[in-house]
Structure formats: structure tokens, C-alpha cells
């Protein structure tokens, strides 16, 4: 069998977890980083799947859905992320999607706000919403004379292949004591494949393991100066994901019925920390980068 290399911290001691739509994921010993194999090794055409997704095709990607969908989310994480912009005068929101981010930041008259999103279609929506500019080019090669106090990058992590572009794009656009501000999920070693229903693969690349923050910021030479985590069943049954509109229309509507159902959520929830125990986390972190 063909030695595997973690794309995070190039080591090569590392154990398959489980598989999932002819990918298997594997767990890295060193990192913790969990990744799916094969691994791709054309960055550009990541890009490329990403800028042309068929929205004819693939309803749960339409752009109107979309931005009703990031309208619930931020009912939840805009308050967080708010509170890291306060004293900002500029932010660049990575993976901005339909813009609904940049659109909630406008209450900040005074803050510069940019956004960078692939896809044709939702950087389109991304402009009409927020009336910021929104570039469509990857940030491992996005350059700007502007430096920005406040980079956001919410639930994009996992879908970005070279940490190494990555992190060396992201310093170069932060200020000296500016923020990097994530939304990631974060999974013990012991996960298991049905802890969560569907894992996005491969349009999920790799997962953050519990310790792995602490292996980014040494090699990048970051510091953690805010990590919060939310066990995956309090978000998973949280009111806002209810609400989203997903593919079915059927789901949809059973979401609806259970959504006014006094305390059918938290029971969900309990009765899946019971099953699955609490294995994976909804992490909120600010890093900001330290001198070589």
C-alpha cells in the first residue's frame, strides 16, 4: 500500500479512519489532521469545480438559497464575529459566498469591507447584497495593497488544499496585529463515519483533529487568542439550522413541524450526545500572527 503524506505537516504516520463515496479518510499521528484520499494535487482545478458548479443541477447550491441559508447561520455567529470588528477599519471575508456577512459588517459605516468568492453565480449575489467588491480569485493568489485588520474565513478551512499558499497568502494581507477569525469544525480521534450524515466529500478535503490549531500555529507562527468550542449536537439542532432551507422540500418542511415543537430540539440533541457521545465541535477561533 502506497505510504500516505499528511498535506499539513507532511508526515507519513497516519491510520484510515473510514470511507465515504470512494474516499477514505485518514488521521494524521502528528497533526491530528484528518484528510481524504486521494488527495488532490491540482490546486487549480479545486478552483475551477468551484467557480463552475451547475446551480441547475445542484439545487441546495442555488444563490437564493444560499443567502437565506447564511441568513440563519448569522443569527448564531454574526454577534462573535461582530465583537472581533469593533475597532477594525478593514475586513476580507475569504469564501464570502452571497455576501450576507459583508452585508451584516455594513453597521460599521467607517470599515472597508471586501469579500473573495469563486463561484460566478454567488459572487454575483455577493456584490448586489453588500455593495462591496468582491474578488473572484483564490487567496492563495490574491494580492491587495490594502492590509486588513480582520480576515474571516467561516467554514472554509476544509475546502482549501495547500496550507502552505494559504498561510503565506493570509499573512501577507493581515496587519501586524490584525485577526484571523475561523469557523471550523474540530473532531476527537475516535469519530466514527456515522457521527455525522453526510461529510461533503471530496468537496471537504481535510478536518481539523482537536490539537491540530496548536500544530498551525507553531508552524505559521500564529497565536490563539480566542478558541471556543460548541459540542456538533448544539449546532447540529440549533433553531438557525432548522430553519435554513435545505434540497427536499419534504425535509424542509418536516424541519418546520419540529422546529415549532417546544423542546423537540434539545431532545434531539440529548439523544444524540447518547448515541455518538461528543466527538466533534463546532469551534469558533481568532489567531493572530506572531513575528518570524
Known sequence: MKTLTCPLCKGQDNDQCFSERDYDVFVCHVCELFFINPYPTM???IHDRVSEYNYDEIEILDPIKHYRAEVQFYQRYFPLIALECEAATSVLDVGCGTGHLLERLG??????RAGIELNAARAEMARKVSGCEIHQVPIEKFSSETKFDVITMINVLSHIPSFDSLYSSIRSLLRENGKLV???GEMRKDVKKGDIFDWGIP???HFLGLNTIDFICRKYHFRVCKHQ???YSDELFSPERWKAPGRSVVRNRIK???VRIPLALPVLARYYDLIHGRRIYSSFIVLSPQSW
Open 43 to 45: 490546486t487549480d482545478q
Open 107 to 112: 453597521i460599521y459605516p467607517d470599515l472597508v
Open 182 to 184: 475561523l469557523k471550523v
Open 256 to 258: 418546520q413541524m419540529v
Open 203 to 205: 468537496d471537504h478535503l
Open 229 to 231: 468550542r460548541i459540542p
